[in-house]
């Protein structure tokens, strides 16, 4: 039986899921998401009375998703007709199975239904250059 892999829409949207877990539980209210991964922004989530619009890039070990300069600054022209900051998430994620067999090209297999473990830092808050 052949495992089959995961798409790059199918990796946003694994990646998306768990942005929106650590969003969850960090207090962070979730206005919307979206799947779509050219569409952005793909989360507005608020932070108090704070409103926060974000862009998710995921990819597989050994990479973490990258987001285009382009795409921030449509972020922040965006956000600022809101009022809301601007904040990027960039999440890596290896195949479980590889990381428990030491296994790097196991690692960088996403397979639909497998198990992963994910690297992210935290959200990286974004700004207009002065």
Same mark, same amino acid.
């Given at each position: 039986?052949?495992?089959?892999?995961?798409?790059?829409?199918?990796?946003?949207?694994?990646?998306?899921?768990?942005?929106?877990?650590?969003?969850?539980?960090?207090?962070?209210? $979730?206005?919307?998401?979206?799947?779509?991964? /050219?569409?952005?922004?793909?989360?507005?989530?608020?932070?108090?009375?704070?409103?926060?619009?974000?862009?998710?890039?995921?990819?597989?070990?050994?990479?973490?998703?990258?987001?285009?300069? /382009?795409?921030?600054?449509?972020?922040?022209?965006?956000?600022?007709?809101?009022?809301?900051?601007?904040?990027?998430?960039?999440?890596? $994620?290896?195949?479980?199975?590889?990381?428990?067999?030491?296994?790097?090209?196991?690692?960088?297999?996403?397979?639909?239904?497998?198990?992963?473990?994910?690297?992210? /830092?935290?959200?990286?808050?974004?700004?207009?250059?002065?």
């Amino acid at each position: 039986m052949a495992f089959e892999l995961m798409n790059t829409q199918e990796i946003h949207e694994f990646g998306l899921q768990v942005l929106l877990q650590h969003l969850t539980e960090k207090g962070f209210e $979730i206005e919307f998401a979206q799947p779509n991964k /050219s569409e952005f922004p793909h989360v507005v989530a608020k932070q108090g009375e704070q409103l926060i619009f974000i862009l998710v890039a995921t990819d597989v070990y050994p990479n973490k998703g990258t987001i285009a300069n /382009s795409d921030k600054q449509a972020l922040l022209e965006h956000a600022q007709t809101f009022a809301a900051q601007s904040a990027c998430a960039y999440l890596g $994620i290896a195949n479980a199975d590889g990381v428990v067999n030491k296994d790097k090209e196991l690692c960088a297999k996403a397979f639909k239904n497998a198990q992963f473990y994910t690297d992210f /830092s935290g959200l990286e808050f974004i700004h207009f250059e002065d």
